[in-house]
């Protein structure tokens, strides 16, 4: 409504709602910034009797997904998931999902978003996310951790997480002497298919309060002991290896500060941003900044950076530009593409176009257009051929890219916007050009 | 350390027959979460066994050192 987002609160959930409100709860994990603040709405808007209040939740600038995430960003949010439940318990309260799309990265920093996912505790029950919990968090940071890294891309396809009985296939021999997977992943795969068309008495098995905090505590413990480390990718060391000299790479900082002080965009989005190095020319002026590389590894040392530099304004995601992340979901409206969350006031496009072109035979045609699609303003590193660099990916190539040119490019871009500035880098062949969208 | 496995793998399927056996009316039909409710109540069977172990383990302790001051096994009598 409105371009604003609300959720309407049920009859039915008007004992929960509450006892959320009045018992400490919400105010609690509101303070700790681990659930999202929300306005209640005012109740004339509605005269039906099983609509209980209106809220309006606070803003979320960017909606980001958990097959974006890199390693450390599912592990935290698998983290946040259990800290919110244990807190919950200690109000006599518990949450009824266990979804990864229920956190969303708020000031960079995982927030739960589903305000409606609490119920009140009965002691005797189980905790009915558990299975959730293990699909969407457990499951693919083992994958991640013990067999490869990409595998968390499966949560594309398995929208629900990774069913159990595929990431205990997937899994490397070993885990199964590690107790908590052994019980969590391998043993609860086994039970799902054992009693899945066989008839089970629900009412009778209880599981008591310390029992359950039990449970939590060891999935908290399983997920604390996986770990990756970010090496060994081709992009793992980039910045190591490039061709700019001292004055190019200063020169380059210095136009990019250039054209935001005279744009003043009020978000960034830097396409193949690897670790963030430029990103964070914007994040430190307080733009908020987002940082999108195909390379898991690149993702996760940006990540590591932006928490020890406790950064709010900068996320870094992994978004593979030649096939970013699509509308998901049923009739496929509950996740939304890259391009349906936008467009960015500006956009970065740094040393980048010679992977589009070359690398991935893409016209500049069809680069520009889509480009125009995601920004008002685009900075665009135009990379010639005489560089080294593209030298390198001509190398195993033939070379069927006689359009790949400074004029073509132009004229190509020329199309789709309005090229406002163009520089030559200092000790380099490149050319920065800040570009308008024609509307 | 390899007994206390073992013996958590047994614990395991002894509990698993207990349950699997008695098996009544509520038809949980092509569904996963009858599965995971089960492994879940087994988990913390598992758990809560261990914690009240941990618990009660100074207590434990306690008796069987009293036990052996009052029995000591080379007493001259």
């Given at each position: 409504m409105n371009g604003s987002l609300y959720r309407q609160i049920n009859a039915v959930y008007k004992e929960n709602y509450d006892h959320l409100m009045t018992s400490g709860l919400y105010g609690r994990l509101v303070e700790e910034n681990l659930l999202i603040p929300h306005v209640e709405g005012d109740k004339d808007l509605s005269e039906q009797t099983e609509i209980y209040k209106i809220i309006h939740p606070e803003f979320i600038l960017f909606i980001s997904y958990p097959y974006e995430w890199c390693f450390s960003q599912l592990k935290n949010a698998a983290l946040t998931t259990l800290k919110i439940q244990k807190i919950a318990l200690d109000y006599g309260m518990t949450l009824k999902d266990a979804s990864a799309y229920n956190i969303q990265f708020i000031d960079n920093k995982p927030v739960l978003i589903?305000?409606?996912s609490f119920e009140k505790y009965q002691e005797g029950k189980p905790w009915i996310a558990y299975r959730q919990f293990c699909q969407h968090f457990l499951a693919p940071l083992a994958l991640m951790s013990?067999?490869?890294?990409?595998?968390?891309?499966?949560l594309r396809v398995y929208i629900d997480g990774i069913p159990l009985d595929l990431a205990s296939k997937l899994m490397p021999k070993n885990s199964w002497l590690k107790v908590s997977l052994l019980s969590h992943i391998h043993l609860h795969a086994k039970s799902q298919k054992h009693f899945a068309d066989r008839p089970v008495n629900i009412k009778k098995q209880k599981i008591s309060k310390l029992s359950l905090l039990g449970i939590i505590n060891s999935l908290e413990k399983a997920i604390k002991k996986l770990n990756w480390s970010p090496k060994g990718t081709e992009w793992a060391d980039y910045y190591e290896d490039t061709n700019y000299s001292r004055d190019a790479l200063e020169h380059k900082k210095a136009l990019l500060n250039e054209y935001l002080e005279i744009i003043k965009p009020k978000t960034v989005w830097d396409l193949g941003a690897n670790t963030g190095l430029f990103s964070r020319l914007a994040s430190s002026k307080g733009i908020q900044t987002i940082s999108f590389d195909v390379d898991p590894a690149a993702v996760e040392k940006n990540y590591i950076e932006c928490a020890w530099r406790k950064e709010t304004h900068l996320l870094p995601l992994i978004i593979d530009l030649t096939n970013p992340s699509s509308s998901l979901g049923w009739a496929n409206e509950e996740r939304i593409s890259l391009i349906e969350r936008g467009p960015a006031d500006m956009i970065f496009a740094l040393a980048l176009i010679h992977h589009l072109?070359?690398?991935?035979?893409?016209p500049f045609n069809n680069i520009a257009s889509y480009f125009s699609k995601l920004c008002k303003y685009l900075v665009i590193e135009f990379v010639p051929k005489e560089d080294s660099k593209v030298q390198k990916l001509l190398l195993t190539r033939e070379?069927?890219?006689?359009?790949?040119?400074k004029q073509v490019f132009e004229k190509a871009f020329e199309r789709f916007f309005s090229i406002e500035s163009n520089d030559r880098l200092k000790d380099s062949e490149r050319v920065l050009y800040l570009m308008r969208t024609l509307l | 350390m390899t007994i206390l496995k073992m013996s958590f793998f047994t614990k395991l399927l002894m509990v698993f027959a207990i349950y699997v056996l008695p098996v009544r009316n509520v038809d949980a039909y092509l569904d996963p979460g009858s599965g995971s409710y089960i492994i879940q109540v087994l988990i913390a069977l598992c758990i809560g066994s261990i914690i009240t172990i941990k618990i009660y383990w100074k207590k434990i302790k306690d008796f069987i050192k009293s036990y052996f001051k009052k029995n000591p096994p080379n007493s001259a009598k």
């Open positions: 589903d305000t409606l013990l067999t490869d890294v990409r595998l968390s891309q499966l072109a070359i690398s991935n035979n893409l070379d069927i890219f006689q359009n790949y040119t | -």
